[in-house]
């Protein structure tokens, strides 16, 4: 099975039921499975052979859903840029990948000429929601040249499907292999894990150019309803309307964003009662963030960890594991990002690859076929993170007798003060804690005496004042004294990603620069 015949097939069976619908305008399974193979022959006919690499650049949209399950039906790789980049890291890219063919919507277009211009590889150029430049492609009159028969291309499930670029939190990005058969297996793995019911219905709410577009396919094997919401900063109320006004079943959030639905003071005025399950993913959920959330929606929760290289859904911690009140252990796992699902082996190693006994920390490597097969044209990276069949996720943790995993945090975040090691996450779960924290991050600046100190950020609630002492206090009280912040600063807010995740180099990076 690849990735075009799961939409073939849902269309087969469920051709009215809308697939799509973004605001006012919405596709039903057999429009979308038409539209899709007017653009795969389209494509093919400009030329487009199995392998060919394509960009896209695009706000979230359905013309996405389109552009990726047509390369699905054609044998094109789908590669997904970040729409906020500016021209130098768009070059880079470009450069990197090759790719012949770009998709981009009509917003972006000054940026696709100038990379056009120096970038020979990229040979057909298609623009999306307005006029296109002169020698580019419309978007819809180039589906107009395509038959709506199935593509007669056979598609394995070793080949390529798709390259999605790591979000460089640690470096230059690096672009992550992932096949049909690696798709098709996430989506199955992952439709199990979550219980998916046909009758579902799905808010999307991360940019489509982040490896969690792929994640929900589990949806469109079991051909539920998809509401898109274009990306951008996130708006409580919008979000809330949209999943009052669609009846929202299944919805992923980061904890960023559960923390601002639940301070909006008309929350009570919307009709929540459709929503069986909140997933959470893409950074740690503080616990008491957790216990607020769980209280307010009343649904079942779910976490995942996964990275880009490793499926991304790699291991969950399942509804009926968020125990709120029960056994100590039961409740501490509630910090835990669960056991790997199907599919999926994990373990905690250290620096020789040894697995360390329960409750030690090393650092976290998995294994399964959904694992993305390494790096495009980095051998040297590919090797770096997969070793003797287990990918290296770069993330330390430690794991419990029942096999419960607890992420510690990135190796890159560790700090080392003193010589004693400092995991950040600890602090961070004690910071918020405090009933006046609504973020808090922590990160280690060089010290002349102890190489390095903790120094915590904080963003307090509106409207409240705190000391920095108070803070330390806190902490000094929840921990042991070496691991209290030395300083703390308190800011606005922290910078984030498009996905909400906090950008903890881009804090740090600030401190490490020169005066």
């Known amino acids: 099975m690849n990735m075009g015949d799961m939409l073939r097939r849902t269309a087969g069976r469920v051709p009215d039921k809308p697939a799509l619908i973004m605001g006012e305008a919405s596709l039903t399974y057999g429009e979308l499975n038409r539209r899709v193979n ?250 008491e963030l957790l216990k607020k959330a769980m209280g307010r929606f009343k649904c079942g929760f779910m976490q995942f960890y996964g990275q880009t290289e490793t499926g991304p859904m790699t291991t969950i911690l399942r509804p009926e594991d968020h125990i709120l009140e029960g056994a100590p252990k039961e409740v501490e796992r509630l910090a835990s990002c669960g056991r790997p699902v199907l599919m999926y082996e994990a373990m905690v190693v250290d620096e020789t690859g040894k697995e360390v006994a329960p409750g030690q920390v090393g650092e976290l490597v998995v294994r399964s076929e959904s694992t993305a097969g390494g790096y495009w044209a980095l051998p040297e990276e590919s090797g770096a993170t997969m070793k003797e069949g287990w990918l290296h996720t770069g993330d330390f943790a430690r794991r419990d007798e029942e096999g419960f995993i607890f992420i510690v945090d990135r190796k890159g975040d560790m700090i080392i003060s003193g010589g004693k090691n400092i995991y950040p996450r600890e602090i961070e779960e004690v910071l918020y804690q405090h009933p006046q924290v609504r973020e808090a991050m922590v990160i280690g600046v060089p010290d002349p005496h102890w190489g390095e100190s903790v120094k915590a950020i904080v963003v307090l609630k509106n409207g409240v004042k705190v000391e920095a002492q108070e803070i330390i206090e806190h902490c000094k009280k929840n921990l042991a004294s070496y691991k209290k912040p030395k300083t703390v600063e308190f800011w606005d807010s922290l910078p984030k990603s498009p996905t909400g995740k906090l950008l903890k180099r881009v804090v740090r990076d600030k401190f490490l620069q020169p005066n």
């Open 38 to 287: 007017r653009l795969a022959n389209a494509f093919m006919g400009r030329g487009l052979v199995k392998g060919d690499r394509v960009a896209v650049l695009t706000n979230n949209c359905i013309e996405f859903f389109e552009i990726y399950l047509a390369l699905c039906k054609s044998g094109g790789v789908l590669v997904p840029i970040n729409n906020l980049l500016r021209l130098g890291e768009l070059n880079q890219i470009m450069a990197y990948m090759k790719p012949r063919f770009i998709v981009y919507h009509k917003d972006f277009q000054e940026l696709v000429l100038e990379v056009m211009d120096r970038h020979p590889s990229l040979e057909s150029a298609v623009c999306l929601g307005g006029e296109p430049a002169p020698g580019h492609l419309e978007y819809e009159a180039l589906m107009d040249n395509g038959s709506e028969a199935e593509p007669r291309v056979e598609i394995r499930g070793e080949d390529l499907m798709s390259i999605f670029l790591t979000s460089g939190t640690t470096g230059r990005p690096k672009g992550a292999l992932r096949t049909h058969h690696h798709n098709c297996l996430n989506a199955m793995s992952a439709a199990i894990e979550v219980g998916v019911r046909p009758d579902d219905r799905v808010l999307l709410l991360f940019p489509f150019y982040h490896v969690t577009f792929e994640d929900r396919f589990c949806h469109l094997m079991l051909g539920n309803t998809f509401v898109l919401r274009r990306e951008g900063s996130f708006d409580p109320a919008q979000v809330l309307d949209l999943l009052s006004k669609h009846r929202i079943t299944i919805c992923q959030f980061v904890p960023t964003m559960i923390s601002s639905m639940l301070e909006n003071k008309d929350i009570e005025t919307y009709d929540l009662s459709a929503l069986r399950l909140i997933l959470y993913a893409a950074a740690p959920m503080p616990v």
